[in-house]
């Protein structure tokens, strides 16, 4: 039986095995493979996708932020008006 410690150490080697065999056959696979290139490309599309879901979430996030202010606004109006501390 392994321990936890050789289990997380054999994942660690596995999981480096597996992608050091899939840049290999990335690169056997394709004769002019820039990495440089492909990298850059990989992370346009992280930052795209990022920017993508900021413009998605933004609205409803400033809508929930509205409304909790006026709620917070509201009571503390509401207190003062009726003598309330």
């Known amino acids: 039986m392994l321990s936890k410690r050789s289990k997380k150490i054999l994942?660690?080697?596995v999981a480096i095995a597996?992608?050091?065999?899939?840049?290999t056959i990335?690169?056997?696979?394709?004769?002019?493979?820039n990495a440089?290139?492909?990298m850059g490309t990989a992370f346009q599309s992280v930052v795209a996708n990022i920017f993508e879901m900021i413009a998605t979430i933004l609205p409803i996030a400033?809508?929930?932020?509205?409304?909790?202010i006026a709620i917070y606004f509201g009571i503390?109006?509401?207190n003062k008006i009726m003598g309330r501390t």
């Open 62 to 68: 400033l809508q929930v932020l509205g409304v909790t």
């Open 11 to 13: 994942l660690i080697a």
């Open 36 to 38: 440089a290139e492909t």
């Open 18 to 23: 597996t992608m050091t065999a899939v840049f």
């Open 26 to 33: 990335a690169v056997a696979a394709a004769d002019d493979f």
């Open 76 to 78: 503390k109006w509401f």
